[in-house]
Structures are given as structure tokens and as C-alpha cells.
């Protein structure tokens, strides 16, 4: 299985990712071995995750996310379906 994942900072701010293994990323994010931008933010809380069979689907939505603004994130973040429905609505 493949994740996308959101993990909020110890300064607030949010950083967005992929893995296959959810579990083993987050420790290596608390533990400094992860991305860089999360090694002087630690440590880090896993607040929104989404699975996907392929790697490439993964990867593709980690990018989609990226795009996101801080609001939007948010917004996946607590569960409102406006952002679901903004991400159909651009790819018509």
C-alpha cells in the first residue's frame, strides 16, 4: 500500500508526502531522518493520510496537495468536501 500524507510541524506549518511504509516515515521524520524541511520543525504529527494501490497515484496526489494553499489543506484536513469537490471540477 502507498500513502499521501500531511504531518503538521512543531512550528505549525504542514508538510506533505509519500511512502509505502506510514508508520516508518513518520519515526524517521520525528527522529531527524527525513525530509529536511522537517528535521528543524520536530517534532512532527501525522494529521491526514490517504491510501492508494500504485506508487504513481501516490506521488501524483502528494504533487496535487503541494498545490494546495494553506486553507485548502485545511479544509482536507477537517473533512469538508469542498476541496473534493474544487479537485473534480478542475480536472473536467
Not at 503538521?8 to 527525513?34: M, P, Q, V
Not at 494529521?47 to 494553506?70: D, G, H, P, T
Not at 468536501?81 to 478542475?90: A, C, G, L, M, P
Request: some cysteine; proline content about 1%.
Amino acid at each position: 500500500m502507498n500513502y499521501t500524507y500531511i504531518v503538521e510541524c512543531s512550528d505549525g506549518t504542514f508538510y506533505t508526502g509519500w511512502t509505502n511504509d506510514l508508520d516508518r516515515r513518520i519515526a524517521a521524520h520525528n527522529s531527524g531522518k527525513g525530509a529536511k524541511y522537517t528535521k528543524t520543525r520536530r517534532p512532527v504529527t501525522l494529521v491526514y493520510y490517504e491510501m492508494f494501490e500504485a506508487k504513481e497515484e501516490a506521488m501524483r496526489r502528494e504533487y496535487e496537495i503541494k498545490q494546495y494553499s494553506r486553507r485548502q489543506k485545511e479544509k482536507l484536513i477537517d473533512g469538508n468536501d469542498q476541496v473534493f469537490s474544487e479537485r473534480q471540477t478542475e480536472r473536467r
